[in-house]
């Protein structure tokens, strides 16, 4: 079995539609018959089913998924947005998610216990949210305690994390963020403590830390719980302002600097767009940064013949440039790279997951316990109130 692994996590990916290891990714095989990708005839099952459902099912489609799943999805959007879509949505009884699973739990949080929240796979994870674990991120705050700083902590969770450490924030003070609300997050969390643990993204956090409220890099300390004591000392936590926690998005993390240089000597006059989930250099060198929702405004809302090199999902790149054929939109990397996990979503899944409600059965749903949920609904809450945060946007 081939199995790759990203250094900085301990949960195996799987090269995309290579293999599987039930033993450490949820719900990699199916239970009952899956249809081949081959099948000529998935399409018209998909649109049988979801005829056959009505009004029951409510399909939401994330905007990494692929097209073929996309056709069938009643809305479109970031995973936030997706969730608040399903909680406005109280007469569909089944909540059929396209997205990974940090998504589907958001969504049952938010949704009204008579709907079922269903993900069409289950090993349909984020290696950015598996990154930081509840025992890990609780072991983490036993040292800042050890430290004397957890007391003039908040902790802030990136909407791409798990329900557990949505949970521990909002049991610990904290709320949290998206990648278009995460400045106000932080000018928040910095008027009740002295101090931000941000998670998982340490991208995102020092982005906003350093490039929108004016910190140094000086100012950031990464907390590695793959290292002795978290890989830093107490003098460090001490003099930090951002404890960045080590975890990155393992598409946008890709970009480089020299991917950047690459595209303008490519294609002069060309305009780098890119996710704040990239790393410092590359946001550095990029000429907007913002939230998916804003990168495919600022596609849309470009002049015809303008040239942009976009730094995010591949799937997201290959709809822009096919929606906007008077410009010239390329991704930003010259290697492919699609998100691998959230491309476990496609269409024989799909139909599975259709076909099973149609015949009386749910796979694949997704609870949140209710005293995990209780408590990431109180950080949710808490960003919800955040200024300018009622329509936020990931």
């Not at 290292?227 to 003099?239: M, N, Q, Y």
Request: net charge negative; proline share 5%.
């Amino acid at each position: 079995m081939t199995v790759t692994q990203t250094p900085s996590t301990p949960v195996p990916l799987l090269l995309l539609g290579r293999n599987a290891d039930p033993t450490s990714e949820r719900g990699v095989e199916c239970p009952g018959d899956l249809p081949a990708a081959s099948d000529p005839d998935l399409v018209e099952r998909a649109r049988r089913a979801r005829e056959a459902l009505g009004d029951r099912v409510f399909v939401l489609g994330h905007h990494y998924q692929r097209d073929e799943v996309i056709q069938f999805a009643d809305v479109t959007g970031d995973s936030f947005k997706l969730a608040r879509d399903a909680a406005a949505r109280p007469d569909a009884e089944f909540i059929v998610f396209c997205g990974v699973h940090f998504m589907a739990e958001s969504a049952d949080i938010l949704t009204g216990d008579h709907q079922q929240v269903i993900l069409p796979d289950l090993a349909a994870g984020c290696s950015m949210a598996d990154m930081a674990r509840i025992l890990q991120v609780e072991d983490a705050w036993a040292r800042l305690e050890e430290a004397g700083v957890a007391s003039s902590t908040v902790p802030i969770t990136y909407m791409n994390s798990s329900a557990d450490i949505k949970s521990f924030c909002g049991r610990n003070g904290g709320a949290v963020c998206t990648s278009s609300n995460a400045r106000q997050a932080l000018e928040w969390a910095f008027e009740k403590g002295e101090k931000v643990l941000f998670l998982p993204d340490q991208h995102l956090g020092r982005n906003t830390a350093v490039l929108q409220l004016g910190l140094s890099l000086d100012d950031c300390v990464v907390i590695d719980p793959h290292k002795p004591g978290f890989g830093v000392t107490d003098e460090e936590l001490r003099a930090a302002t951002m404890l960045l926690w080590k975890g990155h998005c393992s598409v946008h993390g890709r970009f480089s600097a020299e991917s950047v240089a690459d595209v303008r000597a490519r294609i002069p006059g060309v305009n780098v767009l890119v996710h704040p989930e990239c790393q410092h250099e590359v946001v550095v060198g990029a000429d907007y940064v913002g939230s998916t929702e804003y990168i495919i405004k600022a596609i849309a809302e470009a002049p015809a013949g303008s040239a942009w090199a976009v730094g995010t999902e591949l799937n997201l790149v290959k709809r822009l440039a096919a929606e906007h054929p008077d410009k010239t939109v390329v991704f930003l990397d010259k290697t492919v790279c699609f998100c691998a996990t959230m491309n476990r979503i496609d269409l024989p899944h799909l139909v599975w997951t259709l076909e099973s409600l149609v015949e009386g059965r749910v796979v694949n749903r997704i609870e949140v316990d209710d005293d995990t949920a209780r408590w990431a609904g109180v950080a949710l809450d808490r960003m919800l109130a955040l200024p300018g945060s009622g329509a936020v946007k990931d």
